[in-house]
Each structure stands twice: as structure tokens, then as C-alpha cells.
């Protein structure tokens, strides 16, 4: 079997991290086009209401989806690792265990979204005058959901794989596509927000099967066979052992966020409206941070099932010195072009505009802070630890933030957007220092054992 990959265990560092990012960072920002084109869409031709409506759903979405992505962070890590110790039988085992744990996590999901969405907004607190529209958008999203797990596992396995550039031509497709249906269901068919949910459904479809078809052309052990197609017991506890904590710390993330979104809610769906543009354009700032933690995953993924030690420091080094320089020019540019931007989304409300701007200024300024600490937990996850980073995470975003929310934001002087949007940056700064600490440790640990099992070496 010819062997196609790329060896992440070799070569320069900064050059190689660099050109192996750049390409998620592009597909990140397509994936996040998605949900703007909506935004967009529905800004110019439907308001601000609607615009309110599609960002109400957004920490929901997350909180329920997080927990199965988190599995796909597990299919990568144990693909990276098993390419790394050149396992390629084992390699096809985790891929063909993959995929239907993604097609069955999709139809759970699918069929959560129809039963339960507006119950879910109702306990968020979403306003009136929001709901309906709101409830809409989240059960047509959530027809898509099989495709879009599908899309995600697959687009890991790549990624694992060294192939960074293929999801992202799949997702330009998609990408297209979603923006010519938004138009279409929109403006032609008067749809709301039912037309952009639906464009985003079967846009997913469309990058679904074309990773589908990548894997599947592969000469490598991550050649996709339909029917080799079975859940091999190891490999499935190894993917659950690794992604469950992750989609775990993903989901409580959310709650977090959840709570945060519902504070906003109180405000009104003026400040909404403001929120969710503002959220938007910093997404484009965070999937080009995010796009370092997934290299850092990956490379000390290689790097630990290849046994090199030493050169997994260097990585998150270097990672955290790309995502700092990242992070810190994007959000200091979006924050400098705030008004401007969020003018592309909101039409009719000066006052939302100037809400987002608060959020930018709180939120983008610092955003470099999330960066590190999510480049130093992949590291983490990429080494096959993956409850610890979970344990950190949970206490110092979601525990603290809860605190912040019922302690301090629930004082009456303190009862103010800008001290809400502070629990972020503070949370940032306490779990990136604990993470560190331990990603020290467990490397030393590994150096450690590897010298007592190779004396020679």
C-alpha cells in the first residue's frame, strides 16, 4: 500500500507550522462565512430582528453540537498518533470507525433539534419577539447535522493525515453554494430565516460528501472503503476516551456561554442584535487562532507517537508565538473597524452598532489571550491527555465565568455589559497559566519514561 502523508515529525518548525495553518485558517473563515451570509442576508433584507433571532441561536447550537465534535477531536488525535508510530493498520481501523460514529451523532443530533429547540431558546430566556423566528432557524439547522459531523470527522482524519488544503477547496464549494441559496431563498422566496437555515443544511451536505469522496480516494491508511464500514471496539473507546472530555469541555463552554447570552437577552433585542455582529466578526478573529490549536494538536500528535519528546516544546512555542502575533493583529484590526463592519450587518439600529462596540472593545483587544490558552490545551489533547485540559477548563471558564455571572454581574452597580464581557478575558488569563503548567509536566513525565524504557538513547 503506497503511503501518502505528511510527516510532521521533520523539518523546520516555523515554516512548516506556518504553511500547514494557513489553509485551516481559510477554511475556518469559510465555515464562518456561513453563519455571516446569514447574518448578512437577513440584515439587509429582513432586520434586525431577524438578525437577533439567527444570533440568539448560536451558544445553543454550540452546546448541543460541542459534545459530538469533541469526538472528532478524538478521531484526529488518534489518527495523528497512530501515523506517527506508522500503525497503518490501525489507522484504518479508526477510520472506518469514525465516519458512522459521525453519521449516528448527526441523527441524534437531528432529532434532538426538531424535539426540542424552542424549549431550549425558552430556557435561555429568548425574548418574544425573537423566539419564533429563532425556533425556526435552529430546527432547519439542525436538519443538517448528519452532514455536518460527517464534514468534521472527516475534515480531522485529513488534517491528521497532513492534508490541510482539502477541506479547505470542499468547504469553498460549500461556501458558494450557501451564499447563492441564502440569496435565492431570501430575496426571491421571502423564506427569513428558514431560507438561510436551509441553504446552510444543504451547503453541509455538499462539503459532507466531497471529504467523503477525498477519503476515499486515498492510497494511504486512511483510504475510505464503505464496506470496511464497523465500529471497532479499541479504536471507538480510544475516540471516546480522548473526544468525550473534549466535547465535554466544549458543552460546558457553552453553558457558560449560554448563562452570558441570557444576561445579554435581559438587555433587550437591541443589544441582541448588537451582540450577535459583534460575535460574528470576532469569530473571523477566533477560527484564525483556533486554525493553531488544531496544528498544535496535530503536529504533537505526530511528534508523540514518534516518540520525539523535545521537539513537541518547541511546538507549542512556536505556536504560541504564531497565535499571539495572530491574535493581536485581527483583533486590534477589527476592533480599529468595528463601526464600519458591523454597519454590514446591521441596517436599522445605530444604537445596536454601538452595543457591538462595546463587545468588540472588551472582547477583540484581548482575543490573543483565548488563543494561547487554546493552542496550549490542543498541545495538551495532541499528547493523549485529554481529562486534565477538561478538569483546567471546566474550573477556570465555565466554573469562574458562572461566579463572575452570579457574584459580581448580579450585583446592581456592577449589572453592565462591559463588566460581563470582562469574566471572558479574566478567564482566559487564570486557565492559560494552569495549562501550561501541566503541559510541562506530562512532557517531563514522557521524557522521563522513555529514558527509563530506552537507556541507550
Given at each position: 500500500?503506497?503511503?501518502?502523508?505528511?510527516d510532521?515529525?521533520?523539518?523546520?518548525?516555523l515554516?512548516?507550522?506556518?504553511?500547514?495553518?494557513?489553509?485551516?485558517?481559510l477554511?475556518?473563515?469559510?465555515q464562518?462565512?456561513?453563519?455571516?451570509?446569514?447574518?448578512?442576508?437577513?440584515g439587509?433584507?429582513c432586520?434586525?430582528?431577524?438578525?437577533?433571532?439567527?444570533g440568539?441561536?448560536g451558544?445553543v447550537?454550540?452546546l448541543?453540537?460541542?459534545l459530538?465534535?469533541?469526538?472528532?477531536?478524538?478521531?484526529?488525535?488518534?489518527?495523528?498518533?497512530a501515523l506517527?508510530?506508522?500503525?497503518?493498520?490501525?489507522v484504518h481501523?479508526i477510520?472506518h470507525?469514525?465516519?458512522?460514529?459521525?453519521?449516528i451523532g448527526?441523527?441524534?443530533?437531528?432529532?434532538?433539534g426538531?424535539?426540542?429547540?424552542?424549549?431550549?431558546?425558552e430556557l435561555m430566556?429568548?425574548?418574544?419577539?425573537?423566539?419564533?423566528?429563532?425556533?425556526?432557524y435552529?430546527?432547519?439547522?439542525?436538519?443538517?447535522?448528519t452532514?455536518?459531523?460527517?464534514?468534521n470527522?472527516?475534515?480531522?482524519?485529513?488534517?491528521?493525515?497532513g492534508?490541510?488544503?482539502?477541506?479547505l477547496?470542499?468547504?469553498?464549494?460549500a461556501?458558494?453554494?450557501?451564499v447563492i441559496?441564502?440569496?435565492?431563498?431570501?430575496?426571491?422566496?421571502?423564506?427569513?430565516?428558514?431560507?438561510v437555515?436551509?441553504?446552510?443544511a444543504?451547503?453541509?451536505?455538499?462539503?459532507?460528501?466531497?471529504?467523503?469522496?477525498?477519503?476515499?480516494?486515498?492510497?494511504?491508511?486512511?483510504?475510505?472503503?464503505?464496506?470496511?464500514?464497523?465500529?471497532?471496539?479499541?479504536?471507538?473507546?480510544?475516540?471516546?476516551r480522548?473526544?468525550l472530555?473534549a466535547?465535554?469541555q466544549?458543552s460546558?463552554?457553552?453553558i457558560?456561554?449560554?448563562?452570558i447570552?441570557?444576561?445579554?437577552?435581559?438587555?433587550?433585542?437591541?443589544?441582541?442584535?448588537g451582540?450577535?455582529?459583534?460575535q460574528?466578526?470576532?469569530?473571523?478573529v477566533?477560527?484564525?487562532?483556533n486554525?493553531?490549536?488544531?496544528?498544535?494538536?496535530?503536529?504533537?500528535?505526530?511528534?508523540?507517537?514518534?516518540?520525539?519528546?523535545?521537539?513537541?516544546?518547541?511546538?507549542?512555542?512556536v505556536?504560541?508565538a504564531?497565535?499571539?502575533?495572530t491574535?493581536?493583529?485581527t483583533?486590534?484590526?477589527?476592533w480599529?473597524?468595528?463601526?464600519p463592519?458591523l454597519?454590514?450587518?446591521?441596517t436599522?439600529?445605530?444604537?445596536?452598532?454601538?452595543y457591538?462596540?462595546?463587545?468588540?472593545?472588551?472582547?477583540?483587544l484581548?482575543?490573543?489571550?483565548?488563543?494561547?490558552?487554546d493552542v496550549?490545551?490542543?498541545?495538551?489533547?495532541?499528547?493523549?491527555?485529554s481529562?486534565?485540559p477538561?478538569?483546567?477548563?471546566?474550573l477556570?471558564i465555565c466554573?469562574?465565568r458562572?461566579?463572575?455571572?452570579?457574584?459580581?454581574?448580579?450585583?446592581?452597580?456592577?449589572?453592565t455589559?462591559?463588566?460581563l464581557?470582562?469574566?471572558?478575558?479574566?478567564?482566559?488569563i487564570?486557565?492559560?497559566?494552569?495549562?501550561?503548567?501541566?503541559?510541562?509536566v506530562l512532557?517531563?513525565?514522557?521524557?522521563?519514561?522513555?529514558?527509563?524504557?530506552s537507556p541507550?538513547?
Amino acid at each position: 500500500m503506497r503511503h501518502i502523508r505528511a510527516d510532521l515529525t521533520e523539518g523546520p518548525l516555523l515554516k512548516n507550522i506556518i504553511l500547514y495553518t494557513v489553509p485551516i485558517i481559510l477554511t475556518g473563515v469559510l465555515q464562518l462565512l456561513f453563519n455571516a451570509a446569514d447574518l448578512v442576508v437577513v440584515g439587509r433584507f429582513c432586520g434586525s430582528i431577524s438578525v437577533a433571532a439567527v444570533g440568539a441561536t448560536g451558544s445553543v447550537i454550540n452546546l448541543i453540537v460541542n459534545l459530538f465534535i469533541g469526538l472528532a477531536v478524538g478521531a484526529g488525535v488518534t489518527t495523528a498518533q497512530a501515523l506517527g508510530a506508522g500503525d497503518h493498520d490501525r489507522v484504518h481501523r479508526i477510520v472506518h470507525t469514525a465516519i458512522p460514529t459521525a453519521a449516528i451523532g448527526g441523527l441524534l443530533l437531528t432529532a434532538f433539534g426538531l424535539c426540542f429547540a424552542r424549549k431550549a431558546l425558552e430556557l435561555m430566556g429568548t425574548p418574544e419577539d425573537v423566539i419564533d423566528l429563532s425556533a425556526v432557524y435552529m430546527r432547519l439547522y439542525f436538519c443538517g447535522m448528519t452532514s455536518n459531523m460527517l464534514y468534521n470527522f472527516g475534515a480531522s482524519i485529513l488534517r491528521a493525515a497532513g492534508d490541510t488544503k482539502g477541506p479547505l477547496y470542499y468547504l469553498t464549494a460549500a461556501g458558494v453554494l450557501n451564499v447563492i441559496l441564502n440569496l435565492i431563498f431570501v430575496i426571491v422566496l421571502k423564506m427569513d430565516v428558514a431560507g438561510v437555515a436551509l441553504a446552510t443544511a444543504i451547503s453541509q451536505t455538499l462539503s459532507a460528501v466531497l471529504v467523503l469522496l477525498a477519503l476515499g480516494a486515498r492510497t494511504d491508511g486512511c483510504r475510505l472503503m464503505v464496506k470496511k464500514l464497523r465500529l471497532y471496539k479499541k479504536e471507538l473507546t480510544d475516540i471516546i476516551r480522548i473526544g468525550l472530555p473534549a466535547g465535554i469541555q466544549g458543552s460546558l463552554f457553552s453553558i457558560s456561554n449560554v448563562l452570558i447570552q441570557s444576561s445579554v437577552n435581559s438587555f433587550g433585542s437591541v443589544v441582541m442584535s448588537g451582540n450577535a455582529a459583534s460575535q460574528n466578526i470576532e469569530g473571523f478573529v477566533y477560527v484564525s487562532m483556533n486554525a493553531f490549536h488544531q496544528t498544535a494538536l496535530n503536529f504533537c500528535g505526530q511528534n508523540y507517537g514518534a516518540g520525539k519528546y523535545k521537539r513537541i516544546n518547541k511546538i507549542l512555542l512556536v505556536s504560541l508565538a504564531c497565535v499571539s502575533v495572530t491574535g493581536l493583529a485581527t483583533g486590534v484590526l477589527s476592533w480599529a473597524l468595528g463601526r464600519p463592519l458591523l454597519s454590514i450587518y446591521i441596517t436599522d439600529s445605530a444604537d445596536a452598532i454601538s452595543y457591538g462596540v462595546i463587545r468588540l472593545t472588551y472582547i477583540c483587544l484581548p482575543y490573543f489571550l483565548c488563543g494561547i490558552m487554546d493552542v496550549t490545551t490542543g498541545a495538551i489533547r495532541g499528547i493523549g491527555a485529554s481529562l486534565l485540559p477538561m478538569i483546567i477548563s471546566v474550573l477556570g471558564i465555565c466554573v469562574f465565568r458562572i461566579f463572575w455571572i452570579f457574584a459580581i454581574f448580579g450585583q446592581p452597580r456592577f449589572h453592565t455589559l462591559e463588566c460581563l464581557y470582562l469574566s471572558y478575558t479574566v478567564s482566559w488569563i487564570v486557565t492559560f497559566l494552569a495549562e501550561f503548567t501541566v503541559f510541562l509536566v506530562l512532557v517531563r513525565k514522557s521524557e522521563k519514561k522513555a529514558a527509563v524504557l530506552s537507556p541507550a538513547a
